[in-house]
C-alpha cells in the first residue's frame, strides 16, 4: 500500500539535522539545565524562567537518588527544548559573571573603588558621572576603608564599597539599555 505524497513537499535529507547533531543538541540543552541547577537561589530569581523550568530546577536540588537525578536531567533537557536557551545561556553567564559585559563591569567597579580611595578629587568625579550616588554615605565608607587599611584589618568596608559601586553601576547600565 502506498501513501499520497501529492500535497507533502519533499522531505530534503541533506537539510535536516542527523542524528548525531540532534544528540548533541540535547545534550547541550541538559547541560544548561544542569548549569541551572548549580545556581543559588538569588542567582536564579535574577533569571526570567518559565515557571514549569523553574520548578524543575527546584525539584532538582531535592532529588537525591542517582538514577532519578539522570532521568530529572533529562527532564530538564526536554523543558529546554520549549525555551530561548541563548537567551538562558546569555543569562548564566551574566549572573555567574562570565559573560564580558559582567567581568567589564566587576573591573570598572574595581578602578573606581581604587581610584576614590586613592584620590578625593576622584569622589568629585564619580558623582558628577553618577549623580544619584549617595554621597554622604559614600564618603563615609571611603574614610572607613582607609582606616580599615591602615590598622590591617580585614577588608569588610572595602568589600561593601566594591559591592556599592558594583550595584550603582550595574543600575546605570540597566537604565541605559
Same mark, same amino acid.
Given at each position: 500500500?502506498?501513501?499520497?505524497?501529492?500535497?507533502?513537499?519533499?522531505?530534503?535529507?541533506?537539510?535536516?539535522?542527523?542524528?548525531?547533531?540532534?544528540?548533541?543538541?540535547?545534550?547541550?540543552?541538559?547541560?544548561?539545565?544542569?548549569?541551572?541547577?548549580?545556581?543559588?537561589?538569588?542567582?536564579?530569581? @535574577?533569571?526570567?524562567?518559565?515557571?514549569?523550568?523553574?520548578?524543575?530546577?527546584?525539584?532538582?536540588?531535592?532529588?537525591?537518588?542517582?538514577? &532519578?537525578?539522570?532521568?530529572?536531567?533529562?527532564?530538564?533537557?526536554?523543558?529546554?527544548?520549549?525555551?530561548?536557551?541563548? &537567551?538562558?545561556?546569555?543569562?548564566?553567564?551574566?549572573?555567574?559573571?562570565?559573560?564580558?559585559?559582567?567581568?567589564?563591569?566587576?573591573?570598572?567597579?574595581?578602578?573606581?573603588?581604587?581610584?576614590?580611595?586613592?584620590?578625593?578629587?576622584?569622589?568629585?568625579?564619580?558623582?558628577?558621572?553618577?549623580?544619584?550616588?549617595?554621597?554622604?554615605?559614600?564618603?563615609?565608607?571611603?574614610?572607613?576603608? @582607609?582606616?580599615?587599611?591602615?590598622?590591617?584589618?580585614?577588608?569588610?568596608? &572595602?568589600?561593601?564599597?566594591?559591592?556599592?559601586?558594583?550595584?550603582?553601576?550595574?543600575?546605570?547600565?540597566?537604565?541605559?539599555?
Amino acid at each position: 500500500m502506498t501513501r499520497d505524497l501529492g500535497n507533502e513537499p519533499p522531505i530534503d535529507p541533506a537539510a535536516a539535522p542527523s542524528k548525531s547533531q540532534r544528540k548533541r543538541e540535547m545534550h547541550a540543552l541538559q547541560g544548561l539545565g544542569a548549569d541551572l541547577v548549580k545556581l543559588s537561589a538569588e542567582q536564579l530569581d @535574577r533569571l526570567d524562567l518559565p515557571a514549569e523550568l523553574r520548578e524543575a530546577v527546584a525539584f532538582a536540588h531535592r532529588v537525591t537518588s542517582h538514577e &532519578a537525578k539522570r532521568r530529572h536531567m533529562q527532564y530538564l533537557g526536554k523543558l529546554m527544548r520549549q525555551v530561548d536557551a541563548d &537567551a538562558i545561556r546569555a543569562g548564566v553567564a551574566a549572573v555567574t559573571g562570565e559573560s564580558r559585559a559582567a567581568v567589564a563591569q566587576m573591573h570598572l567597579a574595581e578602578r573606581w573603588r581604587e581610584r576614590l580611595l586613592a584620590d578625593d578629587a576622584a569622589l568629585t568625579e564619580f558623582v558628577a558621572e553618577y549623580p544619584n550616588a549617595e554621597v554622604q554615605w559614600l564618603r563615609a565608607t571611603i574614610r572607613s576603608v @582607609r582606616r580599615e587599611r591602615m590598622a590591617e584589618r580585614a577588608p569588610r568596608q &572595602a568589600r561593601e564599597l566594591y559591592r556599592w559601586l558594583y550595584e550603582q553601576l550595574q543600575d546605570r547600565g540597566s537604565h541605559e539599555g
